[in-house]
């Protein structure tokens, strides 16, 4: 029969045993809980008492481990519940079993009976008959730094919020210093909060702690710090002030772990052949929300790579991306695996032949979010990648031009890692000359299959397909 020429080819077909096998016998289901975990074997393991519930206290989790020992398991699937899943999962995995963590959305119960000992039973099921996949876990390495990174980020939101509650009592006196000062918690704002809070009073006084590199004059500074000082506001600014201190001090705290375990991360890692290369910039402007410490050198040195020369990816995007990737990119077999699993791929949905919706997942993927702000940061710079967002976004929107943008990016990203790739930007007319080539070969080949030819306006030669 002949294919519709509207219809997309079908895919390969997959290969699967005509019944269910039994993939995984020695697989156990673990459904989680904030009092209890409830823990299902197979019934020829323990035929008295297949599914038991146990505590979630530390004792009682090295009983789960221990009774699942005796029961010859050697695979628990469980779903990932809020944090709960976390201390059995590490205590299993000292165990030697290997514990998957799978999507919730992936084990919907069958209509029925909704219960914990039915969820358990449900997921043994389904892990003994191969039909579950585990969730990305980096290496406990990796582990480790990506909750030092991820506490980080928790301190710079809570530090971001004081500033916030700043301004508003700036705002609650009149004292219009967000309006002169770029940033009040720069070397100008916050000298002069500091005096605000001390007691001083005086807006020409004040406006004396004025950087030179400030663009308002001292006039204006001391314009816009004649305000109303009543006594309750400058109690909340001093304490919000205070507040925000403490987080500066725990950042710093945190940014020493981060340094410390990121060097012990490098040590025992042989130098990679290769040199680090130079910085891209001679000066580069770091924001105030990232660390001091030098990250290039140990990230070289653990990777074998430095991420930090593709664009739009500086040393802390580098060090956040390793945090929630790793370094292994053996976990996803192509770097086609690795975009759908970031969803910076399309999910296409086929139905009949036709091709009913390309959508990319909605997702709160960290290492995507991570990619997009890089993509982002591209729009107006002078790279191909630049260029490339900019052709997108003026055809089919900057959203998706963000999203197709990430996915070069992270393909970029997996190739370094797998040292198939030392990125060079060839720049933006490089691209745009590359582009126009391309264009211009589709369209002599569509005139020639039309009967046309093209023709140059500047030398009159006739272009050949």
């Not at 035929?47 to 038991?52: E, K, L, S």
Request: charged share 20%; with cysteine; hydrophobic share 40%.
């Amino acid at each position: 029969m002949k294919q519709h020429p509207r219809r997309r080819p079908s895919a390969t077909p997959r290969t699967s045993p005509a019944a269910l096998d039994h993939i995984n016998p020695n697989a156990a289901g673990l459904d989680c809980g904030s009092a209890n975990h409830v823990v299902a074997v197979p019934p020829d393991r323990d035929p008295q008492q297949p599914v038991r519930t146990f505590a979630t206290f530390t004792g009682d989790l090295h009983r789960l481990a221990d009774w699942l020992v005796v029961c010859r398991i050697t695979h628990v699937a469980m779903e990932a519940t809020g944090v709960y899943w976390i201390p059995v999962f590490e205590i299993l995995e000292e165990r030697g079993l290997t514990v998957s963590l799978v999507n919730a959305r992936h084990v919907k119960n069958v209509p029925g009976r909704k219960s914990d000992v039915s969820d358990a039973e449900w997921l043994r099921d389904l892990h003994i008959m191969g039909l579950l996949r585990g969730s990305f876990r980096p290496a406990d390495e990796i582990v480790a730094l990506r909750a030092y990174l991820r506490h980080r980020s928790t301190l710079i939101e809570g530090a971001s919020a004081h500033v916030q509650r700043m301004q508003k009592a700036l705002v609650q006196m009149n004292v219009q210093l967000p309006l002169v000062v770029s940033d009040i918690t720069g070397m100008t704002g916050m000298r002069i909060l500091r005096d605000i809070v001390a007691g001083q009073r005086d807006p020409r006084m004040l406006a004396q702690h004025r950087d030179h590199r400030c663009h308002a004059s001292e006039a204006e500074i001391a314009a816009a710090l004649t305000g109303h000082y009543r006594p309750e506001h400058v109690l909340v600014l001093a304490q919000h002030l205070a507040l925000y201190d403490a987080y500066q001090q725990q950042l710093l705290a945190c940014d020493g772990a981060i340094a410390t375990h990121l060097a012990a991360l490098a040590a025992p890692v042989p130098a990679p052949a290769a040199p680090l290369p130079p910085a891209r910039t001679a000066r580069r402007t770091r924001t105030g929300n990232e660390p001091t410490f030098e990250m290039r050198t140990p990230l070289h040195r653990l990777t074998g790579t430095d991420l930090s020369q593709i664009d739009g990816i500086g040393p802390y995007t580098a060090l956040r991306l390793l945090s929630e990737i790793g370094t292994d990119m053996s976990r996803w077999p192509t770097e086609h695996h690795f975009a759908s699993w970031l969803t910076l791929a399309p999910r296409n949905k086929i139905s009949g032949g036709r091709l009913l919706s390309s959508r990319t997942q909605p997702s709160a993927n960290r290492a995507a979010g991570i990619f997009r702000m890089a993509a982002m940061a591209l729009g107006r710079s002078g790279t191909a990648l630049g260029a490339f967002y900019r052709r997108l976004s003026s055809r089919i929107g900057k959203a998706k031009a963000i999203t197709a943008t990430a996915r070069k990016l992270a393909i970029l990203v997996y190739r370094a890692l797998k040292g198939e790739l030392v990125y060079a930007d060839p720049g933006a007319d490089a691209y745009d000359a590359h582009h126009r080539t391309q264009l211009t070969r589709r369209l002599r080949h569509r005139a020639a299959k039309l009967g046309f030819a093209l023709v140059s306006l500047d030398t009159g030669e006739v272009l050949q397909s």
